[in-house]
């Protein structure tokens, strides 16, 4: 870093480290660097390179004599040639050199003088310091024991003298120099250092500091005692404070007090704390206490440190190097370190833009009268940073830039310089690439407004799911799942809850059933159905016994006589039946063999006829042949048939089959078939005897089974039996059924419990996945009257009452009688007993139960009714209810986030933007630039400082913010790092100017206060933190 002041030239605020507190060989109480001025100032020089320190406070006692010195030198660096390096030199030459004058007041503390820091602007000159301020200090002296105190002036000489005077009286003071002792010695009044500085307003005012170097950890002193009471006065005169220890920083700042207003309201306002090097030997030079450097981020000017005296907490760090370097220095791919717009061709003169402008890699603010270019800086950043939003660019589209046939946008290029040194270079009419990674987050106005001015019926459905995504983005890589958004994630996470509590609500059906039953069995009026039922069953066996059938005796004595002598008898049948039917088949048999026989012979005898028939009808059609060779055809042709033999064989088989037909006979006649037809008849006829005397008998006995049965019916029947009816009143009457009835409904109550624990984890579930959200908000410390988001997972009831007065008829007396007033009871039953958390989901479920069990209106003077089902609709059942109410089906776990007391869908259109905004700012994960075109659109005043500010501010310490703002009060507030102020020249071909720099540059804030409505009571309020004067 050669050039400290180039490097920030234009870039607004930047982290620089400072010691305020760097003694010369001037500092006479104390001086081990040697009399060699320009050795001291060689060793100054090289090691503010080497240790990279921006801005030294030149300090010494009394005087300024050292400042004076360096700043020649600076001047002119002629002496530091011959031993100075000169690299050395050129980065001593750049350094900040604002002069400090350590004072010792007159008041003690725990007998110890107080030390005090009057810190000057560079742009006071030294004489000033001298002659307006240093002379003009008095120090009282004691010239004798008679003689009355006199006032000296704080001069180098008039110290001398009285060093002198107390040389004279004091021997133990003359071996040491005469001005080290008057210095030692000499003390001014608070009061003196005040009315000294402001007696010259035109000179002073807002150009110095004050600075305290306590020595206690303030954090732990009690500031209600005498030396206590001296300490609160001159830190309330004090702008910033010297010190190392962490707890006096944190008490500095606020962060030990109950709140920060009443340690303002205390101490005047907070206190920038640093540490110094303290230094007063060359070694120690820069040497900050335990490594703990003192960084402020500012411009590299006096301006610049009142600003971090206004924004302590924000503007300084403690420590090696700040988190914000730290991030730039790891991933310089994600800061934008310049953008361009130029015109593609160098010859043409297009007007409109031809810049260059550093960007900070912190707040950057783009502020400017309407129509004056903002936004088209931002629009080109969105572009080359590949955004994948130019449907959103509110500069670069079709009615405005990129407006048809002119095109203006094809004649521009736009070029993104990134501090890893990558640059990209993008036409002002081309697309973004959506197949690659976006690097930058834009946000534009149009696209917030459309997200929040969503009107659905469902609610704000698109304005949730932004939402819902940049939690979702905020959550790390293992805890998503695999799922692609976070309506995904909830129901894969969710999903393991939900499937127990309907695993319970099946095993619930169960038991609810189980319940109905003993309930309808214990009611009175099934007890008297019981008993009505009993005595129905003993009359009826008394009628049964009456009518017992007997059986016949005379069937009996004939069943056992005959029984055996029908068995031989049939069995005799039987044998002579099978002997029959064996010579039958014998007989068919030998009629079948001469069937057979006769038919073999006829066969032949035709076969004999067909021969001379062939014979014959051949001589026939050869006769003209044989007639012409004078042949006779019986003498060529001979055919004898013995025709008397096939004859033989068929009478001889015919004579058989008579024989055969005689033995056969016929059925009716005599033979064997007659004989077979006849034993099959006697056969018959005695079983159809047999079978008349048992049906006769099995009718008797099928009476008494009937008979029997119904008795064993009326006895055992496992519905209405008499020994069951008996046994029902029993372990009724035993208390048997009311313990099962307590059994059952205590089951009921585990598993609704259960059920209760699925929600409920479902609850802890939802808290665990949002736990990232919330955690994140509560590091950044953003009070809830800053942005008052409220995260909160519960249960609910959703429809609950409209729900179970379905199933009831609001027609019937009872406690949700009339259709307002049972929904209000209803109503206020559940607001009773639920309070939203799982441990009272069964209360509610029994509550309303009870409700129907006894009548609960104050007219009906709670008087109990029979039945639940006395109010239950037709259309119902109680086991429908019950599974409806201890199932804790319109309980749901849900995870709300409300804006103050509202919730998601009551919120405005602007307040939605708020919350989105601020959930980009502060809760998404993503590194890279974050460019938001007008955030405070819609947007009054109060809500912007109340609000936004926190959130830009915390967002701005984690990833460089680019915000357009209309309104420059959101830049001011903000504390922006770099404030880029926007302007088109309409006589110059519309020429669009940036001018850039921090808040506390002059220039910027003058502009930024040309901008502003009301212009300059705008900054009245806070004109001393911005130094600016009318």
Same mark, same amino acid.
């Given at each position: 870093?050669?050039?400290?002041?180039?490097?920030?030239?234009?870039?607004?605020?930047?982290?620089?480290?400072?010691?305020?507190?760097?003694?010369?060989?001037?500092?006479?109480?104390?001086?081990?660097?040697?009399?060699?001025?320009?050795?001291?100032?060689?060793?100054?020089?090289?090691?503010?390179?080497?240790?990279?320190?921006?801005?030294?406070?030149?300090?010494?006692?009394?005087?300024?004599?050292?400042?004076?010195?360096?700043?020649?030198?600076?001047?002119?660096?002629?002496?530091? %040639?011959?031993?100075?390096?000169?690299?050395?030199?050129?980065?001593?030459?750049?350094?900040?050199?604002?002069?400090?004058?350590?004072?010792?007041?007159?008041?003690?503390?725990?007998?110890?003088?107080?030390?005090?820091?009057?810190?000057?602007?560079?742009?006071?000159?030294?004489?000033?310091?001298?002659?307006?301020?240093?002379?003009?200090?008095?120090?009282?002296?004691?010239?004798?024991?008679?003689?009355?105190?006199?006032?000296?002036?704080? +001069?180098?000489?008039?110290?001398?003298?009285?060093?002198?005077?107390?040389?004279?009286?004091?021997?133990?003071?003359?071996?040491?120099?005469?001005? +080290?002792?008057?210095?030692?010695?000499?003390?001014?009044?608070?009061?003196?250092?005040?009315?000294?500085?402001?007696?010259?307003?035109?000179?002073?005012?807002?150009?110095?500091?004050?600075?305290?170097?306590?020595?206690?950890?303030?954090?732990?002193?009690?500031?209600?005692?005498?030396?206590?009471?001296?300490? @609160?006065?001159?830190?309330?005169?004090?702008?910033?404070?010297?010190?190392?220890?962490?707890?006096?920083?944190?008490?500095?700042?606020?962060?030990?007090?109950?709140?920060?207003?009443?340690?303002?309201?205390?101490?005047?306002?907070?206190?920038?704390?640093?540490?110094?090097?303290?230094?007063?030997?060359?070694?120690?030079?820069?040497?900050?206490?335990?490594?703990?450097?003192?960084?402020?981020?500012?411009?590299?000017?006096?301006?610049?440190?009142?600003?971090?005296?206004?924004?302590?907490?924000?503007?300084?760090?403690?420590?090696?190097?700040?988190?914000?370097?730290?991030?730039?220095?790891?991933?310089?791919?994600?800061?934008?370190?310049?953008?361009?717009?130029?015109?593609?061709?160098?010859?043409?003169?297009?007007?409109?833009?031809?810049?260059?402008?550093?960007?900070?890699?912190?707040?950057?603010?783009?502020?400017?009268?309407?129509?004056?270019?903002?936004?088209?800086?931002?629009?080109?950043?969105?572009?080359?940073?590949?955004?994948?939003?130019?449907?959103?660019?509110?500069?670069?589209?079709?009615?405005? !830039?990129?407006?048809?046939?002119?095109?203006?946008?094809? @004649?521009?290029?736009?070029?993104?310089?990134?501090?890893?040194?990558?640059?990209?270079?993008?036409?002002?009419?081309?697309?973004?690439?959506?197949?690659?990674?976006?690097?930058?987050?834009?946000?534009?106005?149009? =696209?917030?407004?459309?997200?929040?001015?969503?009107?659905?019926?469902?609610?704000?459905?698109?304005?949730?799911?932004?939402?819902?995504?940049?939690?979702?983005?905020?959550?790390?890589?293992?805890?998503?799942?695999?799922?692609?958004?976070?309506?995904?994630?909830?129901?894969?996470?969710?999903?393991? !809850?939900?499937?127990?509590?309907?695993?319970?609500?099946?095993?619930?059906?169960?038991?609810?059933?189980?319940?109905?039953?003993?309930?309808?069995?214990?009611?009175?009026?099934?007890?008297?159905?019981?008993?009505?039922?009993?005595?129905?069953?003993?009359?009826?066996?008394?009628?049964?016994?009456?009518?017992?059938?007997?059986?016949?005796? +005379?069937?009996?004595?004939?069943?056992?006589?005959?029984?055996?002598?029908?068995?031989?008898?049939?069995?005799?049948?039987?044998?002579?039946?099978?002997?029959?039917?064996?010579?039958?088949?014998?007989?068919?048999?030998?009629?079948?063999?001469?069937?057979? =026989?006769?038919?073999?012979?006829?066969?032949?005898?035709?076969?004999?006829?067909?021969?001379? %028939?062939?014979?014959?009808?051949?001589?026939?059609?050869?006769?003209?042949?044989?007639?012409?060779?004078?042949?006779?055809?019986?003498?060529?042709?001979?055919?004898?048939?013995?025709?008397?033999?096939?004859?033989?064989?068929?009478?001889?088989?015919?004579? &058989?089959?008579?024989?055969?037909?005689?033995?056969?006979?016929?059925?009716?006649?005599?033979?064997?078939?007659?004989?077979?037809?006849?034993?099959?008849?006697?056969?018959?006829?005695?079983?159809?005897?047999?079978?008349?005397?048992?049906?006769?008998?099995?009718?008797?006995?099928?009476?008494?089974?009937?008979?029997?049965?119904?008795?064993?019916?009326?006895?055992?029947?496992?519905?209405?039996?008499?020994? +069951?009816?008996?046994?029902? #009143?029993?372990?009724?009457?035993?208390?048997?059924?009311?313990?099962?009835?307590?059994?059952?409904?205590?089951?009921? %109550?585990?598993?609704?419990?259960?059920?209760?624990?699925?929600?409920?984890?479902?609850?802890?579930?939802?808290?665990?996945?949002?736990?990232?959200?919330?955690?994140?908000?509560?590091?950044?410390?953003?009070?809830?009257?800053?942005?008052?988001?409220?995260?909160?997972?519960? #249960?609910?009831?959703?429809?609950?009452?409209?729900?179970?007065?379905?199933?009831?008829?609001?027609?019937?007396?009872?406690?949700?009688?009339?259709?307002?007033?049972?929904?209000? @009871?209803?109503?206020?039953?559940?607001?009773?007993?639920?309070?939203?958390?799982?441990?009272?989901?069964? @209360?509610?479920?029994? &509550?309303?139960?009870?409700?129907?069990?006894?009548?609960?209106?104050?007219?009906?003077?709670?008087?109990?009714?029979?039945?639940?089902?006395?109010?239950?609709?037709?259309?119902?059942?109680?086991?429908?209810? *019950?599974?409806?109410? *201890?199932?804790?089906?319109?309980?749901?776990?849900?995870?709300?986030?409300?804006?103050?007391?509202?919730?998601?869908?009551?919120?405005?259109?602007?307040?939605?933007?708020?919350?989105?905004?601020?959930?980009?700012?502060?809760?998404?994960?993503?590194?890279?630039?974050?460019?938001?075109?007008?955030?405070?659109?819609?947007?009054?005043?109060?809500?912007?400082?109340?609000?936004?500010?926190?959130?830009?501010?915390?967002?701005?310490?984690?990833?460089?913010?680019?915000?357009?703002?209309?309104?420059?009060?959101?830049?001011?507030?903000?504390?922006?790092?770099?404030?880029?102020?926007?302007?088109?020249?309409?006589?110059?071909?519309?020429?669009?100017?940036?001018?850039?720099?921090?808040?506390?540059?002059?220039?910027?804030?003058?502009?930024?206060?040309?901008?502003?409505?009301?212009?300059?009571?705008?900054?009245?309020?806070?004109?001393?933190?911005?130094?600016?004067?009318?």
């Amino acid at each position: 870093m050669s050039d400290i002041r180039a490097s920030s030239k234009g870039r607004g605020s930047q982290w620089h480290k400072w010691d305020l507190q760097v003694h010369t060989p001037f500092s006479y109480l104390n001086n081990q660097f040697g009399t060699d001025f320009i050795a001291y100032a060689a060793a100054l020089f090289e090691k503010a390179y080497h240790n990279k320190v921006s801005v030294i406070g030149v300090t010494d006692y009394f005087t300024i004599e050292g400042f004076r010195k360096l700043k020649r030198l600076q001047n002119d660096p002629t002496p530091l %040639a011959d031993i100075c390096a000169e690299e050395y030199i050129v980065y001593g030459c750049e350094l900040l050199l604002l002069p400090n004058v350590e004072l010792r007041l007159d008041q003690l503390i725990e007998g110890r003088r107080i030390n005090l820091h009057v810190i000057f602007s560079e742009e006071v000159c030294e004489d000033d310091i001298e002659d307006r301020f240093l002379n003009q200090l008095k120090f009282d002296v004691e010239t004798g024991p008679e003689s009355p105190t006199e006032r000296w002036p704080l +001069k180098k000489k008039m110290l001398a003298q009285y060093g002198e005077l107390l040389q004279s009286q004091h021997e133990t003071f003359s071996k040491e120099d005469a001005l +080290k002792i008057g210095m030692q010695q000499a003390s001014v009044a608070l009061s003196d250092v005040q009315s000294a500085l402001q007696q010259s307003p035109s000179i002073f005012s807002g150009r110095y500091l004050i600075a305290v170097p306590p020595d206690e950890d303030l954090s732990r002193l009690s500031w209600h005692g005498q030396a206590h009471s001296t300490r @609160k006065r001159l830190l309330q005169a004090s702008h910033l404070l010297f010190s190392s220890n962490e707890n006096t920083r944190r008490w500095a700042i606020g962060e030990k007090s109950p709140s920060k207003e009443q340690f303002r309201e205390e101490f005047r306002d907070l206190k920038l704390c640093i540490p110094t090097s303290d230094s007063h030997k060359t070694e120690d030079l820069f040497q900050f206490p335990l490594g703990r450097d003192a960084w402020l981020c500012c411009e590299l000017t006096f301006s610049g440190l009142r600003q971090c005296v206004n924004e302590p907490s924000a503007r300084s760090y403690v420590g090696t190097t700040p988190p914000k370097l730290q991030d730039l220095a790891s991933n310089p791919s994600r800061y934008i370190d310049q953008i361009a717009i130029r015109p593609k061709s160098s010859t043409e003169n297009a007007g409109w833009f031809d810049v260059e402008l550093p960007v900070n890699p912190g707040l950057v603010a783009i502020i400017g009268n309407k129509g004056s270019g903002k936004s088209a800086l931002l629009d080109c950043a969105a572009l080359a940073g590949n955004s994948h939003a130019e449907e959103e660019f509110s500069f670069l589209n079709r009615d405005r !830039f990129c407006k048809r046939p002119q095109n203006l946008a094809s @004649k521009f290029e736009t070029e993104v310089t990134w501090a890893s040194g990558e640059v990209i270079s993008i036409g002002l009419d081309e697309k973004t690439d959506h197949s690659k990674p976006r690097k930058v987050e834009y946000l534009p106005q149009s =696209y917030i407004e459309n997200i929040c001015t969503e009107i659905s019926d469902e609610g704000p459905v698109r304005f949730s799911r932004e939402l819902e995504q940049v939690v979702f983005r905020h959550l790390p890589e293992d805890k998503r799942q695999k799922a692609n958004n976070f309506r995904e994630l909830v129901s894969e996470s969710v999903r393991p !809850f939900r499937d127990r509590a309907e695993q319970a609500r099946s095993e619930l059906k169960v038991v609810n059933e189980k319940i109905v039953d003993l309930e309808d069995r214990l009611s009175s009026e099934w007890i008297a159905r019981l008993k009505y039922l009993e005595n129905q069953r003993l009359e009826e066996l008394r009628e049964a016994w009456q009518g017992k059938p007997r059986l016949s005796v +005379k069937s009996r004595a004939a069943i056992n006589a005959t029984d055996k002598q029908v068995e031989e008898h049939a069995a005799r049948l039987r044998k002579r039946a099978r002997d029959l039917d064996a010579r039958l088949k014998r007989v068919r048999r030998i009629e079948k063999a001469w069937r057979q =026989y006769s038919e073999s012979a006829i066969r032949l005898s035709r076969v004999g006829e067909n021969v001379k %028939a062939h014979i014959e009808n051949t001589i026939q059609k050869y006769c003209e042949d044989f007639y012409s060779v004078d042949l006779d055809p019986e003498s060529f042709i001979s055919l004898s048939i013995q025709w008397d033999k096939t004859w033989d064989k068929q009478e001889q088989a015919n004579r &058989a089959l008579e024989r055969v037909h005689v033995i056969l006979g016929s059925e009716k006649g005599e033979g064997l078939l007659a004989w077979c037809a006849r034993c099959n008849e006697e056969l018959q006829a005695l079983q159809r005897d047999q079978s008349a005397i048992e049906r006769e008998f099995d009718s008797e006995l099928a009476n008494r089974a009937r008979w029997k049965k119904r008795v064993w019916g009326l006895l055992n029947d496992e519905e209405s039996g008499l020994r +069951k009816l008996r046994r029902e #009143i029993s372990v009724i009457q035993d208390g048997t059924l009311d313990q099962r009835l307590e059994d059952a409904r205590r089951e009921r %109550a585990r598993i609704t419990q259960r059920i209760a624990e699925a929600i409920e984890n479902e609850r802890k579930e939802l808290e665990e996945l949002y736990q990232p959200v919330a955690q994140r908000l509560w590091q950044e410390e953003l009070s809830v009257d800053e942005v008052p988001l409220n995260f909160a997972a519960s #249960i609910i009831d959703v429809g609950l009452v409209d729900g179970f007065l379905s199933y009831i008829n609001q027609g019937r007396r009872g406690t949700f009688s009339g259709s307002e007033e049972g929904r209000q @009871k209803a109503s206020g039953l559940v607001e009773e007993c639920f309070d939203n958390t799982a441990g009272t989901l069964t @209360k509610v479920a029994e &509550a309303l139960e009870q409700a129907l069990r006894a009548d609960l209106r104050e007219d009906e003077g709670h008087q109990p009714t029979r039945n639940p089902d006395d109010q239950i609709k037709g259309s119902a059942s109680r086991h429908e209810l *019950y599974n409806f109410l *201890y199932g804790l089906e319109k309980f749901a776990a849900i995870y709300e986030i409300r804006w103050g007391e509202k919730r998601i869908e009551r919120l405005s259109p602007g307040e939605r933007g708020v919350l989105l905004l601020v959930f980009h700012l502060v809760l998404s994960p993503e590194g890279t630039p974050l460019l938001i075109d007008q955030p405070e659109g819609n947007l009054d005043n109060e809500t912007i400082y109340n609000t936004l500010v926190s959130a830009i501010k915390s967002a701005a310490e984690h990833r460089q913010v680019i915000i357009v703002t209309h309104n420059p009060n959101l830049a001011i507030v903000c504390d922006a790092n770099q404030i880029i102020v926007a302007e088109i020249v309409t006589d110059q071909n519309n020429t669009v100017v940036y001018k850039s720099g921090s808040i506390e540059s002059v220039s910027i804030a003058a502009s930024s206060v040309d901008i502003l409505e009301g212009t300059w009571p705008a900054f009245d309020v806070r004109g001393s933190k911005y130094g600016l004067h009318r």
